[in-house]
């Protein structure tokens, strides 16, 4: 057989099949005229030698299992000295993993490092501290503007369902629970980490970016919504509330934050929800809530960092 079949049997290129017998794996015989004349046992070691190398093992390591073949075994692994390979490798791998594993929390460690120092949102009166772009309350400009698409036409004057939801204050929230004040629920896809990256093009999808922003204008319009006659604001998404609690320590929100990993709100009442990297978000939406009773929705909401502003409007302009 000449090397090229022994080459396209095995799948590999002539090259290695010469490598090979270069390193004393494989020893072709040789015809009268001096050429090498490769046997289908040369092009089996050759395919055991390749697919022993694919799995980490050197190329030098397959040596025990090519041996164990040319002993007349059925497999290249049934020798002692073959296990004793398998046993090599293993913990050649360990030992690369661990250092691997262990660089790999480095860097994290560092990402976390870097992207967390200068994420710190400030307080109002605090402003002074901060540098204008790394201001979480600043959106790039020409993000595309939400239309209103009906999908919340059906939502006001609708009483709300039973239904507790865990929240990053610890126990869970019934927003069904009537109450002498209004409840005001922003609902927002998902809030970005400095750690962390958003899901691809997710400034092109109409009002998704800014919720980090809208969190800061809900903060510092807090203590004014409650004035004017807010008994509670939530903030609503599907994000698990682990995640939800490392936003509300970082950006030190006075409100919590309510977890709905299931959609249920969205099932029970319709709220309008949308696709991004495979996940189903909440759209951003907000519910004044009264006595259980949906009374006003704001739908679609533009500017993100504006809106709190506009809540706080409509609860001076209309008074319980």
């Not at 090229?4 to 004393?24: D, I, N, P």
């Not at 020893?27 to 001096?34: E, I, M, Q, T, V």
């Not at 509300?248 to 709100?265: A, C, I, Q, V």
Request: aromatic content about 6%; overall charge negative.
């Amino acid at each position: 057989m000449r090397i090229s079949e022994v080459a396209r049997r095995a799948g590999v290129t002539a090259k290695t099949v010469r490598y090979y017998e270069t390193l004393g794996l494989i020893s072709p015989a040789r015809l009268a005229n001096g050429y090498r004349d490769y046997s289908e046992q040369d092009a089996r070691m050759v395919r055991e030698a390749r697919a022993l190398n694919r799995l980490g093992i050197p190329v030098e390591g397959t040596r025990p299992f090519l041996d164990c073949l040319a002993g007349g075994r059925d497999h290249a692994d049934d020798c002692p000295s073959s296990l004793a390979g398998y046993r090599a490798a293993i913990d050649d791998l360990t030992v690369r993993i661990e250092a691997l594993t262990a660089r790999r929390a480095t860097l994290t460690r560092h990402l976390r490092d870097a992207a967390y120092r200068n994420s710190h949102a400030a307080r109002p009166g605090e402003e002074e501290d901060l540098v204008d772009d790394d201001d979480p309350r600043r959106l790039p400009l020409g993000l595309p503007v939400p239309e209103d698409d009906g999908a919340a036409d059906h939502l006001t004057g609708l009483t709300l369902p039973a239904l507790d939801l865990p929240s990053t204050a610890g126990g869970s929230v019934a927003l069904h629970t009537p109450g002498p004040r209004r409840t005001v629920v922003y609902c927002y896809p998902l809030t970005g980490r400095p750690d962390t990256d958003v899901p691809e093009g997710w400034d092109a999808i109409p009002g998704a970016r800014g919720c980090t922003a809208q969190a800061c204008d809900f903060r510092d319009h807090h203590d004014d919504l409650v004035a004017a006659g807010a008994a509670r604001v939530l903030g609503l998404s599907s994000q698990d509330t682990a995640y939800q609690r490392e936003v509300t320590e970082r950006l030190r929100l006075p409100f919590p934050m309510l977890s709905d990993t299931g959609h249920r709100l969205a099932r029970l009442i319709g709220l309008p929800t949308f696709e991004a990297a495979g996940a189903t978000l909440y759209k951003r939406i907000t519910l004044i809530i009264r006595d259980g009773v949906i009374e006003h929705v704001f739908y679609p909401i533009f500017p993100p960092n504006e809106h709190a502003g506009q809540v706080l409007r409509w609860l001076h302009d209309n008074p319980a």
